[in-house]
């Protein structure tokens, strides 16, 4: 909310009335529905997501209907660059649009567009922040021996299908095994764990 405030002009309605945790959410009360908009379409661009407006009467002052703006707003449980499993396979949410995500897929060269709605069913293996950048040890076509950087032992990890000889490999660990992933635009804040 201050990124918004500071990037809008000065208004003399944009305070916050009050604001707090609420049962399954928190609640922000603002003077203006022009900032509310504006908050609104910040958090949509900024981490995905949906909001939803609702107008409603509060009252009348001085002859005049006195309107209440409220607005809904329900992030995804996932960020861009992690992986999730939809439809019996393993993608990355890359982008976000207006009404759901791009996502890559981490098994092939795909990317696909999808709702909100046809992404509820989707779940999180692995976040972006357990990631990991890995320098393999030895590789060949298919498969790269790289050292676990949670135990210290030698794995032999199947390549990622855009992966290049001797560049850096992108895993996720998934039900116990390490699974390589393509590249992302995500993955460049990724440090890489070196033996």
């Excluded at 379409?41 to 609702?54: A, N, Y």
């Amino acid at each position: 909310l201050d990124d918004v405030l500071a990037s809008m002009p000065e208004d003399p309605m944009f305070f916050i009335t009050k604001e707090g945790p609420v049962q399954g959410g928190y609640d922000v009360v603002l003077g203006s529905k022009g900032l509310a908009r504006s908050w609104g379409r910040h958090l949509t661009t900024t981490f995905g997501g949906q909001s939803i407006e609702t107008n409603s009467t509060g009252g009348r002052k001085d002859g005049v209907d006195v309107t209440r703006l409220t607005l809904l707003y329900r992030k995804p449980g996932y960020d861009l660059g992690d992986v999730v499993r939809w439809r019996d396979r393993y993608w990355r949410p890359s982008a976000w649009t207006k009404d759901g995500a791009i996502l890559e897929a981490v098994d092939r060269h795909e990317r696909t567009g999808a709702t909100w709605r046809d992404l509820e069913p989707a779940l999180v293996s692995a976040r972006m922040k357990d990631l990991v950048a890995v320098e393999p040890l030895s590789e060949d076509a298919s498969v790269a021996e790289v050292l676990d950087p949670t135990t210290w032992s030698m794995e032999s990890v199947r390549v990622a299908w855009d992966h290049e000889a001797g560049r850096t490999m992108v895993l996720a660990r998934i039900d116990g095994e390490w699974l390589a992933l393509p590249r992302s635009a995500q993955d460049k804040d990724l440090v890489t764990k070196t033996p």
